[in-house]
T-cell receptor, first 110, second 115 residues
Framework: EDQVTQSPEALRLQEGESSSLNCSYT??????LFWYRQDPGKGPEFLFT?????EEKEKERLKATLTKKESFLHITAPKPEDSATYLC???????????WGAGTKLIIKP | SAVISQKPSRDICQRGTSLTIQCQVD?????MFWYRQQPGQSLTLIAT?????????ESGFVIDKFPISRPNLTFSTLTVSNMSPEDSSIYLC????????????FGPGTRLTVL
């Protein structure tokens, strides 16, 4: 069965303390893996799309990487404004639908 | 990317009534999607709305409860019918531009509370 698992469920960090969020997936054929950020009461904000193992993308303090089984979202020297829920989703070949993980709630304390 | 707006942003409704949510995009898009996100949960796809065809509903969602319109390439509506408190959720519209890009972009959401 296709599934996406995110860990940890919640992560509390001090400002400046770098860490990583994990998204492991099981699909028959990966078309793309997507990372979104979601603030409370708002729609998901697109961050990255990754298509093949070994691919990396960066945006400010965030860096996403992809292997054949999982993706990591690395957060370097986070700030309180990075606090949000980070969602991972995968898309199978020949299927436009997204399979969503449950998200990781990230809290950055000043 | 695409800029997406939704109306209303939030509403409080009485049990048994219906609410229509509008989704407007600033460019023509092939595929539009409607999601529900219950408190503390991830996203659940309700249906896919393509212009010129009937919406495709996911398991557990039916047209009588969630009728959808897609009159053109920039607009769609979702109606939540005969509401009950269990329908209290955030309803999200998303689009896939369909220009070889698979990424879905989301609207700001409609927060619905049913009393």
């Amino acid at each position: 069965e296709d599934q996406v698992t995110q860990s940890p469920e919640a992560l509390r960090l001090q400002e400046g303390e770098s860490s990583s969020l994990n998204c492991s997936y099981t699909v028959s054929g990966l078309r793309g893996l997507f990372w979104y950020r979601q603030d409370p009461g708002k729609g998901p904000e697109f961050l990255f799309t990754l298509y093949s193992a070994g691919e990396e993308k960066e945006k400010e303090r965030l860096k996403a990487t992809l292997t054949k089984k999982e993706s990591f979202l690395h957060i370097t020297a986070p700030k309180p404004e990075d606090s949000a829920t980070y969602l991972c989703a995968v898309q199978e070949n020949s299927n436009y639908q997204l399979i969503w993980g449950a998200g990781t709630k990230l809290i950055i304390k000043p | 990317s695409a800029v997406i707006s939704q109306k209303p942003s939030r509403d409080i409704c009485q049990r048994g009534t219906s609410l229509t949510i509008q989704c407007q995009v600033d460019s023509q898009v092939t595929m539009m999607f409607w999601y529900r996100q219950q408190p503390g949960q991830s996203l659940t796809l309700i249906a896919t709305a393509n212009q010129g065809s009937e919406a495709t509903y996911e398991s557990g969602f039916v047209i009588d409860k969630f009728p959808i319109s897609r009159p053109n390439l920039t607009f769609s509506t979702l109606t939540v019918s005969n509401m009950s408190p269990e329908d209290s959720s955030i309803y999200l519209c998303s689009v896939a531009p369909g220009t070889g890009e698979d990424t879905q972009y989301f609207g700001p959401g409609t927060r619905l509370t049913v009393l």
